[in-house]
């Protein structure tokens, strides 16, 4: 007996393998959990996804953002999609059966779920500059030239954080900050695959780590032990050991919501740990250099680290003038000194923290540690209902109006 047939077509979210940088960005901020990785891709789980777009803001790069029209029963299956190195065409024979059935709409965008999970900001401040993002991808990346590589942290600590210049000499590079770029470290993993890029915020300011030439910083940890065991981070050692003159393959820029306000009386509420502190070193160097151009804004620092000794950039931050940067520093293993987390340092300024928060040109940065995030929203939750703020509602007005932007690891 012919019956009539129900085809359930489906419009599968999938991630592009040649443009992801494997941020995590996408796992982290999926309310339902449906994108997982391993060691070569990620990828989207079909039967769980809800195509509610709550990961298509945050990525970096835009790989997040790729659909096919696919038969459910056919949809691909993450083990296949791990294995992917480039995306597969669009089939015409799915597409055939949309057509077919009457009742299907493949085309329907976002299924429109108000995203709540969303702990930041999807958009930049209002008065941000426009940013640049993938000029140069993992199909025709750029090179950059090694112009210099300094450590920052005391050499008689185990934290090997270092300061690396990279020169693009007369190749275009535009950037702002709060963007990151991503290096092709050379070589292959065990499965033959040449290594994908990895990503770092820059350090420098939009005119350069030097005023006027092309060039950007970055702050690099050497990774060398994770979980207790040791493991070598490819990318981060093969940086760390960079020499002047080296070249690299560099891919970017990348982001397009973490970024500084442009308006001059707009303050900024910086909050980092660790290499955390790099987009905050930029946008910090950037008033810097505007100061005297009539950029009035506050800023104040929260930044923390194990000791002062492993804490980058620790005799520049301190020496920039107290009316231009309220800095506050919080160590958590200062031998004879009881634990301290930024959060910690928040509460101690509860009183100035809140008349920022009460200011509508106040916008917020949180970098570093995936554990530091939320011990920061529950001090800025204490601290603004201790000061009679409502947080909810000013959370959701600081997401909304790009005033609050997450990025952590
Ligand atoms: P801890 O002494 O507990 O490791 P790291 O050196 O690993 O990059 O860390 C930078 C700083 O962030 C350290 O002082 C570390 O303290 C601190 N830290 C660790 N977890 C948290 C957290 N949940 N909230 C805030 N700071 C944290």
């Known amino acids: 007996m012919n019956g009539p047939v129900s085809i359930e077509v489906l419009r599968q979210h999938l991630i592009d393998p040649e443009i992801c940088i494997r941020c995590n960005t996408c796992e ?7 994108i997982t990785h391993d060691d070569s891709n990620y990828v989207v789980k079909a039967e769980i996804c809800n195509g509610c777009m709550a990961c298509v803001p945050p990525c970096p790069t ?3 953002d790729n659909w096919r029209t696919v038969l459910r029963a056919d949809a691909y299956p993450v083990d296949e999609q791990f294995k992917w190195d480039v995306l597969p065409e669009q089939t ?17 965008e976002a299924s429109g779920i108000e995203v709540d999970t969303v702990r930041g900001s999807v958009v930049p401040p209002w008065s941000a500059a426009k940013p640049y993002v993938n000029l140069y991808t993992h199909k025709t990346p750029t090179t950059a030239t090694v112009v210099g590589n300094y450590r920052l942290t005391d050499a008689s600590t185990d934290s090997d954080i270092h300061h690396i210049v990279l020169d693009f000499g007369t190749m275009p590079f535009p950037v702002l900050e709060g963007q990151s770029i991503g290096i092709l470290p050379p070589g292959a993993s065990g499965d033959g695959r040449a290594h994908h890029a990895r990503q770092y915020s820059i350090a420098s300011p939009r005119d350069g780590e030097r005023a006027g030439y092309n060039n950007v910083s970055l702050t690099v940890k050497r990774v060398s032990q994770q979980h207790g065991d040791t493991i070598d981070g490819v990318c981060s050692n093969y940086l760390c050991d960079l020499k002047k003159g080296d070249v690299v393959s560099v891919i970017g820029p990348f982001g397009g919501t973490f970024l500084m306000p442009n308006h001059p009386d707009s303050h900024l509420l910086m909050i980092c740990t660790g290499t955390g502190s790099a987009p905050m070193r930029a946008m910090t160097e950037y008033r810097r250099r505007r100061r005297l151009k009539g950029a009035t804004g506050k800023l104040m620092l929260f930044f923390g680290a194990r000791t002062k000794e492993e804490l980058p950039y620790f005799g520049p931050l301190t020496n920039l003038p107290k009316d231009f940067i309220d800095t506050n520093l919080a160590f958590s293993r200062t031998p004879g000194q009881p634990k301290r987390y930024v959060q910690d340092a ?13 200011d509508d040109n106040t916008h917020i940065y949180v970098c570093g540690l995936k554990g530091m995030e939320d011990g920061v929203l529950q001090a800025l939750k204490e601290i603004g209902e201790r000061h009679q703020l409502d947080w909810e509602v000013l959370w959701a007005r600081l997401k ?10």
Do not use: F, W
């Open 62 to 64: 835009g790989a997040i």
């Open 92 to 108: 015409t024979m799915a597409v055939a059966a949309v057509d077919e059935t009457s009742n299907v709409d493949a085309s329907d």
């Open 346 to 358: 928040m509460r101690e300024r509860a009183v100035d923290v809140a008349q920022m928060l009460k």
């Open 28 to 34: 982290e901020t999926c309310p339902v959990d449906a």
């Open 400 to 409: 909304r109006e790009g005033r609050l932007h997450l990025e952590t690891y």
